[in-house]
Nanobody
Framework: QVQLVESGGSLVQTGESLRLSCVAS????????MAWHRQAPGKQRELVAT???????NYRDSVKGRFTISRDNAKNTMYLQMNSLKPEDTAVYYC?????????WGQGTQVTVSS
């Protein structure tokens, strides 16, 4: 089964950028659906962005134009490029990979945006 590990979270100031990585222990070339989610303190987890095996992407409205999701199957890695960060982007970010037989999640990486 694929194991996922996120990295790249940090404390940044408003307007700065971060790139999150989600490295899979196995090949993701056959993973049809991958996603980034986030959970802020006291709030429910929310879907941030998705990417399919053919490269189709979708974003929640609040991050459109600022965040970019991508995947590199050769490196078994998914990315989330986050630009123009805002304090409301502060959360733990999780990656997810769904295959026909499994639904895997990483342990999360903390992103904190100071005002």
């Amino acid at each position: 089964q694929v194991q996922l590990v996120e990295s790249g979270g940090s404390l940044v100031q408003t307007g700065e950028s971060l790139r999150l990585s989600c490295v899979a222990s196995g090949s993701i070339s056959s993973v049809r659906y991958m996603a980034w989610h986030r959970q802020a303190p006291g709030k429910q987890r929310e879907l941030v962005a998705t990417i399919t095996s053919d490269g189709s992407t979708n974003y929640r409205d609040s991050v459109k134009g600022r965040f970019t999701i991508s995947r590199d199957n050769a490196k078994n890695t998914m990315y989330l490029q986050m630009n123009s960060l805002k304090p409301e982007d502060t959360a733990v970010y999780y990656c997810q990979a769904i295959t026909p037989s499994s639904d895997r999640w990483g342990q999360g990486t903390q992103v904190t945006v100071s005002s």
